[in-house]
């Protein structure tokens, strides 16, 4: 069996201070694991995925996720917020040779000004 | 770029009327996948087709049945609407890369909205 856990539901930052949301898994096997972001009225946009090559990974728009086995955890971070990164993101993870992938409940990221 | 198109972005109905969403994509993609969105609950998956003709259930697939006579279509279907499938759907593509399917990413639609009343 696999679970996602999505940490915070909600985190509210400044722009221009670090970003930091936190996801947990629990998995028998070897997992891959994703970050989406979802903007309001948009579909699911891949920001990054780990697929047990490096366990630092760098996606897109500033934004890396570090694979730590011995914690269960794939957070993600972004050193500096944008008023753009206001939106949901989700931690997802799949097990290898599987179609199947479980999503975390989300987390949704507003920016102040 | 992959495009994922559903052919509503909100669609109201009436309990027990028979829904049809449908989703196309545009890149040869053979899997493609019908999910449901919920506030607290992430997405779950209700059907997904690794190729013409072929299905498999997800995670929640009661209440609902899948068409996909063509490669580039796949069709959601809610026999007879009720007010518990009011939710987001959306539709995901991915083409199978032969390294392994837990890596292909899954490209999104934009969701359609359905209320049923």
């Given amino acids: 069996a696999q679970s996602v856990t999505q940490l915070d539901s909600h985190v509210s930052v400044s722009e221009g201070t670090p970003v930091l949301l936190r996801c947990n898994y629990s998995s028998s096997y070897s997992p891959s694991l994703f970050w989406y972001v979802q903007h309001p009225n948009k579909g699911l946009q891949l920001l990054l995925k780990y697929t047990s090559a490096a366990t630092l990974v760098k996606g897109i728009n500033g934004f890396e996720a570090e694979f730590k086995k011995s914690e269960t955890s794939f957070h993600l971070t972004k050193p500096s917020a944008h008023m753009s990164d206001a939106a949901e993101y989700f931690c997802v993870v799949s097990l290898f040779n599987d179609y199947k992938l479980s999503f975390g409940a989300g987390t949704t990221v507003t920016v102040r000004a | ?117």
């Fill in chain 2, 1 to 117: 770029d992959v495009k994922v198109t559903q052919s509503s972005r909100y669609l109201v109905k009436r309990t027990g009327e028979k829904v049809f969403l449908e989703c196309v994509q545009d890149m040869d993609h053979e899997n493609m996948f019908w999910y449901r969105q919920d506030p607290g609950l992430g997405l779950r998956l209700i059907y997904f087709s690794y190729d013409v003709k072929m299905k498999e259930k997800g995670d929640i697939p009661e209440g609902y049945s899948v068409s996909r006579e063509k490669k580039e279509r796949f069709s959601l279907i809610l026999e007879s609407a009720s007010t518990n499938q009011t939710s987001m759907y959306l539709c995901a593509s991915s083409v199978s890369s032969g390294g392994g399917l837990s890596t292909d990413t899954q490209y999104f639609g934009p969701g359609t909205r359905l209320t049923v009343l």
